[in-house]
């Protein structure tokens, strides 16, 4: 059975038109596509065995890739909907343009890489994987990301990040560039409140600093670290590594594992 | 700085009984009692004593009673005991107190201001011992209407069900984490629920992949902390459930504390061992019936619409309309756990002074989506300290479609209640997850003790049901002229759509 007759099983006659194969590649045109048979087309075609999906015209289409576990390169073009990505462990997407809010929410493995801002809510309780974001995040960007042996998330930010990064942080790294702020603070509020575990690492100064963390210069192993991210994150945009390297970096890390260890009485 | 806090509990110890077997010295977690060399004679360090009754248990001779302290500060109808020895203790630590299990103030319970009704010469009685008495009961979102489509003499149904969970009794686990519980807790009670046909509920520490095999019977929890959520949990799951709130502490999240996170609950919850566990008090990505609507959305795109999702909140005074919004969030069903909710640890200033009694709130969760229309798009399971299954058919008339039991269930493998869940030293080896104390608890026996129980209520809950001439609980559901109120106000009465005895 070639492509086409095993997707119309899939997914029926009516998507078909939408779909053309290059090689390996296939284009999707997305638009006025309800996210559940984008969801239903993509995974289709990941099951007949195509390693890369290019999707034009997303207009806002929510939950793309959410929940998917196979391990297939999908190019959005245009603005992905809220939720991408959620819960999914296996692809790899690229996003050129700005994603919505709670992009990579409760992810579990994969790359998400956006060329543009992302929404609130960027990488919520991540539990692996990585996300790149080259301009900002929004509010409350890597609450309580998670972290157990190998399994360790990243978000790397290049522009700035909303107030509440990091907060109830349990493990994972967060990486702040701002690289479109140049000479300026970092000015978010309430970075890593209730912090007791992972890493927030910043380029530059920082105006705001709650109690439960410190903020420490990174040392050259840090930097080591810093330096791999920021390569992966300035191969994906194509930008300098040595000025995304340049300057201070603080590294954000909880004073006490039981932020809230003292609050009760037994 | 000394304490001046009294001991609770003084042990007794009959020393003529006491054979030195040391029973009592292994069995209590809490040092309480220890051996006197010199005197040949074991005592006990009365402060340390939580009163579980443990060692009372075990001691081979019983030569142990453990009694409330008769020493008291001077008898005040305001200044009682507890309100004296909670602003001691927090001017000794100036801490939060915490506490175990449900609220335990005697001002809240309805169920015993409730009767049930019997048939009596004008309708007769149902014998359940010589009758079939149906008491399955599905959860799910229901369809307004059913089509059919005849050919010759075959019926086929048209419509498009949603996904049901099937319960052969209409009473469920409630959620208890691994992690608050011991592993072989979640693992009696997935024995207990998958031999019953019925489901235990995860709670928010993921499920032990050990325990995937009981996943039909499993409905698996995503709450703030996310602890546990990835997508084969979703997947090995019978159904989904958003925690919004519990009856405990609703509205605050949930610390467990570091004392229980040890290298396993680590590993399930991907936090450092040793840390306390927080769930915040919201889901950040839920700030609205909208945003609740996009989660819905969200795992039932994960899931392909195979699962129901089930959205659990504390009853608080605007729960009717908080209900009906999670409808139109797209749930299917609603867990309402009223403020006798169990838990592992709480503030007891939450635990005891927020939400309301889940009596009033199913019938008005239940009265509401009447109203609106929407009763069908989502079944109602109700929580909230339930005792037995008289209160289970108290429910159900009000409302409910189901209940969860958790207290109960802990009590029927061990538990005495004795509050002191969030130290992590449950003697009883229950609310533990430290793996010599979790070995006391024996998933056989103790899955034994829970179908039991679940087999008591569902013959009770026929034999009742037998009693008003009731064959199918379908019949009994939000029928609330079997009830009768007694000692209510107009007002409560109102409320919960019952009449006074009498009338």
């Given at each position: 059975m ?11 006659q009516?998507?078909?038109s939408?779909?053309?194969p ?5 284009s999707?045109?997305?638009?006025g ?6 969801n ?16 034009h ?10 929940g998917?576990d196979?391990?297939?390169?999908v ?5 992905p ?11 790899k997407?690229?996003?050129h343009g700005?994603a919505?809010d ?25 539990r692996?994987?990585?996300?790149f ?6 509010y ?14 990243a978000?790397v930010?290049?522009g ?7 907060e109830?942080m349990?493990?994972?790294v967060?990486?702040v ?6 000479n ?15 890493i ?5 100064e920082m ?14 192993e840090?930097m080591?670290f ?13 930008l ?9 970096f ?10 809230y ?6 | ?32 009692h ?8 074991i ?13 009372v248990?075990f ?8 009694l ?11 200044w ?15 801490g939060?107190?915490l506490a ?20 009596q ?7 359940p ?7 399955r009961?599905?959860l799910?979102?229901k ?7 005849y050919?010759?003499n ?6 498009k069900?949603?996904?049901q ?15 608050a519980?011991?592993l ?20 928010e520490?993921?499920?032990n992949?050990?325990?995937y095999?009981y996943?039909?019977h ?7 902390g ?6 084969q949990?979703?997947?090995v799951?019978?159904?989904i ?15 467990l504390?570091?004392?229980?996170v040890t ?13 306390d ?5 919201p ?6 019936i ?7 959305c ?5 899931t392909d619409?195979s699962k129901?999702?089930?959205v659990?909140?504390a ?8 209900a009906?919004?999670?409808?139109r969030?797209?749930?299917d ?18 635990r ?5 009694p889940?009596?009033?709130a199913?019938?008005?969760v239940?009265?509401?989506l009447?109203d609106?229309?929407?009763r ?64 006391r608890?024996?998933?056989?026996v ?11 209520w ?7 049901m037998g009693?008003?001439?009731?064959n199918a609980?379908?019949s ?9 109120a ?12 019952v ?5």
């Open positions: 070639g492509y086409a007759e095993e997707l119309v099983a899939d997914i029926g009516k998507f078909l939408r779909v053309m290059k090689g390996s590649v296939y999707v045109e997305a638009s596509l309800h996210y559940r048979d984008l239903t087309l993509l995974r289709a075609l990941g099951n007949n065995g195509a390693k890369k999906i290019e999707v015209n997303i207009y806002g289409q929510r939950y793309i890739g959410t998917f196979q391990k297939i390169i190019e959005l073009f245009g603005t909907g809220n939720d991408l990505g959620a819960f999914m462990s296996g692809p997407i690229f996003v700005n919505q709670c992009c990579g929410n409760t992810m579990d493995g994969g790359l998400i890489v956006v060329h543009g801002h992302v929404g609130d809510i960027a990488g919520y309780s991540m692996d994987g990585k996300l974001v080259r301009d900002d995040v929004g409350r960007a890597g609450i309580h990301m998670k972290e157990y042996r190998d399994k360790q998330p978000l930010v290049g700035t990040a909303g107030d509440f990064l990091g109830y349990a493990g994972g967060i990486l560039l701002g690289l479109n702020s140049e300026e603070k970092f000015r978010a509020r309430y970075v890593g409140t209730g912090m007791h575990g992972g927030i690492f910043v380029r530059g105006s705001n600093l709650v109690s439960g963390v410190k903020a420490l210069e990174a040392n050259e840090d080591k810093v330096e791999g991210l920021v390569r992966e994150f300035c191969f994906y945009f194509g300098d590594v040595d000025d995304a390297l340049d300057g201070k603080i590294k954000i890390t909880p004073v006490n594992l039981r932020p260890g003292n609050l009760y009485a037994y | 700085m000394k304490s001046y806090l009294p001991p609770e509990y003084i042990v007794y110890r009959d020393h003529e009984r006491c054979t030195r077997c040391h029973v009592c010295i292994e069995q209590c977690t809490y040092e309480t220890y051996y006197d060399a010199k005197d040949d004679k005592y006990s360090r009365d402060n340390n004593c939580t009163n579980c009754q443990r060692c248990v001691c081979p001779t019983n030569a142990i009673s453990i409330k302290n008769p020493n008291t500060f001077r008898e005040n109808a305001n009682t005991q507890e309100a004296i020895l909670a602003i001691k203790k927090q001017a000794e630590t100036g939060v107190i175990g299990m449900g609220c335990d103030k005697p001002f809240f319970t309805i169920w015993d201001r409730l009767v049930l009704n019997a048939s010469v004008t309708n007769p009685s149902i014998d011992l010589r009758e079939p008495m149906e008491i009961t599905y799910g979102s369809p307004d209407y059913l089509e059919f489509e050919n010759n075959d019926v086929a149904l048209m419509t069900v949603a996904p969970l099937c319960l052969e009794t209409p009473i469920m686990f409630s959620a208890l984490s691994y992690g519980v011991s072989n807790v979640h693992e009696s009670l997935a024995r207990a629920a998958a031999e019953c046909g019925t489901y235990f509920n995860t709670g520490g993921g499920l992949s050990k325990l095999g996943g039909d499993a409905i698996v929890q995503v709450a703030s996310r602890f546990g959520v990835y997508k949990y979703l997947d799951g019978a159904a459930e958003i925690k919004i709130g519990q009856g405990a502490k609703p509205g605050i999240g949930g610390h504390p570091g004392e229980k290298e396993d609950i680590s590993r399930m919850r991907m936090i450092p061992i040793g840390t566990a927080l769930s915040p008090a889901q950040h990505d839920i700030y609205s909208e945003d609740l609507r996009q989660l819905i969200a795992l039932k795109e994960a619409y129901p999702v089930s659990k909140i009853a608080v005074h605007n729960s009717a309309a908080i009906s919004g999670i409808v969030a797209g749930a069903i609603i867990a309402l756990d009223g403020v006798r909710g169990g838990t592992g640890a709480a503030p007891r200033v939450i005891d002074n927020v939400g309301i889940i009596e009033f199913i019938a008005a239940d009265q509401r009447r609106e229309g929407i069908n798009k989502a079944s109602i399971v109700v929580a909230g300290g339930i005792r037995s299954s008289a209160e289970i058919v108290k429910a159900i008339a009000l409302g409910a479609d189901a209940v969860y039991i958790g207290t109960a269930a802990l009590v029927a493998i061990g538990c005495t209640v004795c509050q002191k869940c969030y130290t992590g030293k449950c003697p009883w080896g229950i609310a533990t997850t430290d793996p010599k104390l979790s070995r608890i024996d998933p056989k103790a899955s034994k003790r829970l179908v039991n129980l679940l087999l008591a569902s013959s009770e809950i026929k034999e009742i009693g008003m001439g009731i609980i379908e009994l559901r939000g029928n609330r002229l079997h009830l009768r007694v000692g209510l106000t107009e007002a409560e009465c109102r409320i919960l759509g009449k006074m005895v009498g009338e």
